[in-house]
């Protein structure tokens, strides 16, 4: 550290009461390998995070810095902390001394532009502060923050050429819509900057206001220098503030920004941050910051106070306030709302967040919770629905389940819940019973067939976790048959179950299980069965029927057997895509959120002391004080939340539940202080990193063998105390002390619907064929009479009788059903069988030409496109051929004259991977090959929202003769401006071209 930057450092020093925890918690942990946090100033749950931006591209920049970088873009005044996607990065400022440059460089040449080199030797952080010298012009930087504004203090060296750079085109992986500047006085600026990205529509207003006038201003606009020193208006608006300054002198600027518009800004400039008292404004956020930390007290080696406050302050950072200081807030609506009775918050990484981060807010932060709660819902009258994963106002849509729901049940199960409970439950209500999602599907067959739905497993799982929560609320407000309506959906994660591999497995509509499963087989948000994960990791996800779930497995020898496979299983991840999926211990995967309960379900087989073992040796890999110190994206709080609840010795397995999971205890001593003034203390004696297994345990003085607290036990005020062993112990080992959890309570019953039958479906599963076809049914529900058509009629009990397999010489739609006594009947199968012309050996004719430009890394051969064979859900699955911002332009030479009567296309539709279904379809023919005559065509209306994720299949009839068929299909081109791609090329994925004599 340069001895300028100490005494930078020195000159804020504070008042800090003998009760510092900030000086534990370190920032910097989660800069480096896949933690995607930022080392910036922040308050807590503050709208400012004030940070240095090293890289805008690329998916280690979703917080905008990685301690792989050498050298800093600016300091923005909005992060992102944890999260695998990448937004905010708004309103850049930038010192520097020198000619002024309004381009900011790259990493591989800083000097062509404004940005700095720098040294981590020379950074400091600690919560609420940051500090770097920036090398190429010898200036020093402080950074610190209030809830609404974002302090500088640059000290520079003599200079008449020092600056300040504004840079309103600057974002982390989004696009500048529109941006103003406004030049207020010499010392006060205002503006806008409007963006797109991950957030379709983000608004956000700013009000600048510098200690020393400025005595010059250069305003430039597409990077070129304007005549007007006042204002200016664009997608890309930056400005240059010019100086002369004395060595050492520190030039600060204060930064308040809003939803709503400037003035708000400077209102919450004056409320927050009225005067340029850099070392008061830090003590306040130090002060603000010890509050937080003085909620939970812990006390072991300096180290594990390290690990530990790093991640209590990043369970502290996001949701963030937004409103402003008078109540306003720009809502789901985008209109201007004022939040009365309640505080507004933004940013709800609900898939992650649900299972510990908001548990751990039920038992140290109800107020911040009931908040965030009433924000929620608040969103849901703006909007129509509560949060999925929103983002500055904007919902994006990530990730699966409704878990808003989870969060809300327990705070209402709690007690602690302020806001309209029936308004809750009447959102919650609309989130379930919606048809998007594959919850069409979901509410019809208890599963979500996966030919009709990416990641249908694990949605499949996850929605039923989601309905219990909603059974329970249910059964809390007397509404007794929604508690039997949501319970029995709750059970839906057991038909996914497969009883012979003991794993969940996707299924089609048909109830045939997934012919090429592979438990090891890692899938995306987006395509396959699963979601960032693989069977592994959500076999185990029924945290609120974990005691059927044992069973289900074969017993509690087997499932415990089950347990220890996952963690003996080799350390891979197939998928080079899946950067989510990592922390890996055999396949058991810390740093993604499928896993988190896993190792607190050993408790529920009588074998506690596996939990112990595992717990602390996850957490000794996992978690550590260097800058990678988490094993993946920090996500928001979750990552560290899990961290803070295992430390502690117990977590929410079940997050809706008032049951807690006990583990092993890090700290010798841990002290919760409650909101209601009273204290739980969890002491370990005999504790060490050795010494892991819990030999004996008492609860306030009395022997206590269960290995699970309760919510009261804990809210109440108490002392549970484990004496520590070094060696497995038969502690909390009998049946009666293990944890239960069930969908249905003890004591209660319920009348299960009769079952419907499976649908019939061909058993050869071919499709097409070249002249006939043997066609055989069957169902998988055994004992099935199958009644069918094969002239489109709808079949009966009247209609043929399935006896014996029979041939089609022609395309044909068959529609058949299922019928047996004591079952509903199925719903109606129809299979389009076709009569086509394909290539299956790639051989001989007909063969496809295209000058299209194919993608490289979706390209399986062009001849793919008529071989007979069609993609299936996954669009990963090397079937695909996949075309960016192009049109695709296909001649099939069919090697003579050839009758073609209809022409079927399938697509993939995948919005949210940037693939969209097409705008048209043109189908010509032609005799010679050169001169083609239009014979069909088809339009399609322009996709203006996301849509399901299925197969698309366009078919168009077609009256054509000739030897060569020309088949163009319109893309649709850039993506829309409301996606979060918006203006990039999107794909079209197609397979396969079917052509019917």
């Known amino acids: 550290m340069s001895m300028g930057l100490i005494a930078m450092l020195g000159s804020s020093a504070t008042n800090v009461s003998a009760q510092d925890y900030s000086k534990y918690a370190d920032p910097f942990i989660g800069t480096g390998g896949h933690g995607h946090t930022f080392p910036g100033a922040t308050s807590p749950f503050g709208l400012v995070q004030l940070s240095p931006d090293t890289g805008v591209e690329g998916w280690d920049w979703c917080s905008g810095y990685h301690v792989s970088d050498s050298s800093i873009i600016g300091f923005s005044h909005t992060h992102l902390s944890g999260t695998g996607g990448a937004d905010y990065g708004d309103i850049l400022l930038m010192p520097t001394v020198g000619a002024i440059n309004f381009n900011p460089g790259t990493k591989a ?12 030797k020379n950074e400091k952080a600690s919560p609420g502060y940051y500090a770097v010298r920036l090398q190429d012009y010898h200036i020093n930087v402080e950074l610190t923050t209030t809830l609404r504004t974002g302090m500088h203090k640059y000290t520079f060296r003599e200079s008449e050429q020092s600056n300040i750079i504004i ?11 529109d941006t103003k500047l406004t030049v207020v006085s010499d010392t006060k600026l205002e503006g806008y900057r409007f963006s797109q990205g991950w957030a379709g529509d983000q608004r956000v207003y700013f009000a600048i206001e510098l200690s020393k006038p400025f005595k010059g201003i250069d305003i430039a606009k597409d990077d070129v220098v304007i005549d007007s020193k006042e204002t200016a208006n664009g997608k890309n608006v930056k400005a240059a503030l010019k100086f002369s300054t004395t060595e050492g002198e520190a030039i600060m600027a204060k930064v308040a920004i809003s939803s709503v518009s400037s003035a708000n800004a400077w209102e919450n400039m004056e409320a927050e941050n009225n005067a340029f008292d850099f070392e008061k404004t830090h003590a306040q956020a130090r002060e603000q910051w010890n509050k937080e930390f003085a909620k939970i007290e812990v006390e072991g080696s300096e180290d594990d106070k390290v690990v530990f406050y790093s991640a209590m302050y990043h369970t502290k950072i996001h949701p963030n306030i937004f409103e402003d200081v008078n109540g306003e807030y720009r809502g789901m609506d985008m209109k201007v709302h004022t939040a009365d009775d309640r505080t507004n918050y933004t940013l709800y990484s609900l898939w992650d967040t649900f299972r510990a981060l908001h548990p751990l807010y039920s038992i140290i932060d109800t107020k911040y919770n009931d908040n965030f709660i009433k924000s929620m819902i608040s969103k849901f009258e703006e909007s129509g629905k509560l949060p999925v994963w929103e983002l500055w106002n904007n919902e994006t849509n990530t990730m699966i389940g409704y878990h808003s729901i989870p969060v809300i049940a327990d705070a209402i199960l709690k007690g602690y819940y302020t806001g309209d409970v029936e308004k809750a439950y009447e959102a919650m209500l609309v989130s379930a019973n919606a048809d998007n999602q594959g919850l069409k599907f979901y509410k019809h067959q208890n599963y979500i067939p996966r030919e009709h739905e990416a990641n249908s497993v694990s949605k499949t799982v996850e929605y039923a976790f989601d309905d219990y929560a909603i059974a329970q609320v249910a059964k809390f407000l007397g509404k007794e048959d929604d508690y039997k309506k949501f319970t029995l959906r709750s059970y839906n994660y057991k038909n996914l179950f497969d009883p012979e591999t003991k794993f969940m497995r996707g299924r089609d509509e048909n109830g045939v299980w997934d012919p090429e499963f592979d438990p090891m087989a890692i899938s995306l948000f987006g395509s396959g069965d699963f979601t960032e994960g693989n069977s592994w990791h959500y076999s185990f996800f029924a945290p609120h029927d974990m005691t059927a779930m044992v069973d289900m497995f074969g017993g509690k020898e087997a499932f415990v057997a089950k347990l220890n496979e996952m963690f003996e299983q080799e350390a891979v991840n197939d998928n080079e895509h899946a950067h989510d999926v990592t922390g890996l211990i055999g396949q058991y995967a810390q740093g993604n959120e499928p896993s988190h309960h896993v190792v607190y379900t050993y408790n529920f087989a009588q074998r506690p ?38 430390s502690m010795g117990f977590y929410p397995m079940n997050p809706a539940s008032d049951q807690y999971i006990i583990g092993s205890p890090v700290f010798d001593k841990t002290t919760i202080n409650l909101e209601n003034g009273k204290s739980f203390i969890v002491e370990a004696k005999n504790n060490s990193p050795e010494n892991v297994y819990i030999k004996s345990a008492t609860l306030n003085g009395k022997e206590y063998t269960k290995t699970f607290l309760k919510h009261a036990d804990i809210m109440n005020g108490g002392h549970l105390v484990f004496e520590m062993s070094a060696t497995p112990q038969a502690w909390g080992s009998n049946p009666e002390d293990c944890p239960v959890e069930l969908s249905l309570n003890e004591g209660e019953e319920i009348e299960f619907p009769q079952a419907r039958a499976f649908m019939p479906y061909a058993k050869n599963s071919k499709y097409t064929f070249p002249e006939t076809l043997p066609v055989e049914l069957t169902s998988e529900t055994e004992g099935v009479t199958i009644y069918y058509t094969l002239d489109g009629s709808e079949p009966t009990t009247k209609s043929k009788k399935y006896k014996k397999p029979f041939t089609l010489k022609k395309s044909t739609q068959l529609k058949a059903i299922s019928v047996k006594d004591g079952y509903i009947t199925s719903d109606v199968k129809t299979i389009n069988f076709r009569k086509s012309i394909y290539n299956s050996d790639n051989t001989g004719y007909p063969k496809l030409t295209t000058d299209t ?12 496109l008529i071989d007979g064979i069609t993609g299936s859900n996954n669009y990963t699955d090397g079937k695909w051929t996949g075309i960016q911002g192009d049109d695709f332009r296909g001649v099939i030479d ?33 005799e010679d090959g050169e001169n083609f005559t239009e014979v069909a065509s088809a339009s399609y209306p322009e996709t203006t929202e996301h849509l399901d994720i299925i197969v698309l299949t366009k078919s168009i009839d077609v009256k054509a003769t000739g030897r060569y068929l020309k088949v163009i299909i319109k893309g649709s081109g850039d993506l829309p401006t409301w996606h979060g791609g918006s203006g990039l090329p999107s794909y079209m994925f197609i397979d396969e071209i079917t052509v019917e004599q």
């Open 109 to 120: 040449d800083p000097d062509a532009g404004y940005r700095s080199r720098f040294s981590h």
């Open 167 to 177: 840079d309103l085109k600057h974002g982390i992986s989004d696009n500048a819509t």
């Open 609 to 646: 002391d596996k939990t112990q073992e595992m717990i602390r040796k996850v957490m000794d890999m996992m978690y550590t004080s260097e800058r990678d110190g988490y094993s993946g994206n920090e996500d928001t709080g979750q990552m560290s939340a899990w961290y803070v609840f295992s």
């Open 853 to 864: 430009k194919l993608g490289k890394s979706y390209n399986p051969g062009i001849h793919t």
């Open 894 to 926: 069919f090697g003579k004259a050839t009758d073609v009567s209809r022409v079927t296309i399938n697509f993939s539709q995948n919005t949210g991977s940037w693939i969209f279904p097409p705008r048209g379809i043109q189908i010509l023919s032609s």
